[in-house]
């Protein structure tokens, strides 16, 4: 008996439609209204400031997704987990500590010791503290990994004020990166459900207590303090926006409700910001990692359709396609800087570096470089 060819591809077409409709996934996406992209205009005209960007080697380690400048080293916190340190002149390159997970943020407290958090340390994840690293062989302490006896399963970005408190995001309590194994996935799989319960806390290394300052964050990512530290700026990845937060309020503050203490800085960003940095002259610099994504700007409101994408292989997500693109923006929430390339292999850039001659960029690219450009070349 012939098979019927036709018959066996609508019963293969058939089950791999059930397949996209009905099989079990993770993620229980959530309706939203994004808004409309205004794409690369006004402040986001299309350039090739980034051309011309130049590489200094950090050899066998990859993706330096963070890079903190301390005293004439470059601070990297790399892929395999070690965070290492060079010289500008690409001279002493030191592994100063492995975490065996995946530092991402990190930010060094008043006695010169790192703080680092690792979503991938330990049980599920941690803040850390790095000393005695001088020597290559960093010592470990884990300062939290709980808040309100709950575990904080996303660990992302750190920054310490003067006085010594540590503000940290925990990107998202629903998706957990140590169970997944890769903070890029977790990433994905947080913002296509886009549930919004990443959260910014504080840490005060006196008492040892953490306390949970904003939530329903939309994957909670780059924080950064104003010039008085008065003030915290946050990342929202997943809706393509910047907040601010007084500092001064012993709240519980949601996204979900606008007040004097928490505000959106800037909003509908054309990629998604990922790190944030202080820099030099009140600059507060941004690297969007990727464009905006067609499908999910689609399927905000089409929580269906995120489930079904869920369903297909990692790599046939809906992504946006890698560009290079930076942004720095002031207190007032206003754009002060916009730097892109469409030609640089150096693309998802996290984030950038500022010294006084020189912007280094972050990123998570599979490249064994840090990318740099001089600032007086860029107009600076």
Known sequence: MKLNIT???????????????????????????SPKSTGYTGSFEK??????????????????????????????A????????????????????NTEG??????????????VADPLYGKHG???????????????????????????????AVVVSKSGTIYFTDA???????????????????????????????????????RILLKDISFANGIALSTDENYLFINETGKYRVWKLNLETDQTLSTKEESEFAEVHIDNLPGLPDNMMAGEEGRIWIGLIMPRNDFLEFSSDKPFLRKMAMRLPAKMLPKGAGYSHVIAINEKGEVVEDMQSNSLPYTNITGVTETEDVLYFQQLNDMNAIGWLKKEDLGF
Do not use: C
């Open 172 to 210: 998202s309590q629903r998706t957990k990166a140590k169970e997944i194994g890769d903070v890029g996935r977790a990433g994905e799989i947080d913002i296509l459900e886009n549930s919004s319960t990443g959260r910014v806390l504080e840490y005060n290394p006196v008492t040892k207590k953490t």
């Open 126 to 156: 941690g803040l850390l503290k790095i000393s005695n690293f001088e020597n290559g062989d960093g010592e470990i302490e884990l300062l939290t990994d709980t808040v309100d006896d709950t575990a904080l399963n996303f660990i992302d």
């Open 78 to 97: 790399t892929k395999t987990g070690a965070i290492i340190r060079v010289r500008e002149d690409g001279t002493g390159l030191q592994k100063i500590v």
């Open 102 to 115: 995946r530092p991402l943020g990190f930010d060094f407290d008043i006695k010169g010791s790192i703080i």
């Open 7 to 33: 018959k066996v591809l609508a019963l293969i077409f058939t089950v791999f439609i059930l397949y996209l409709l009905f099989w079990p996934v993770s993620i229980a996406p959530v309706a939203w209204e």
């Open 47 to 76: 350039n090739n400031r980034l051309d011309g960007m130049e590489y200094l080697s950090i050899e066998k380690y990859t993706e330096p997704e963070h890079i903190v400048y301390r005293e004439g080293w470059l601070y990297a």
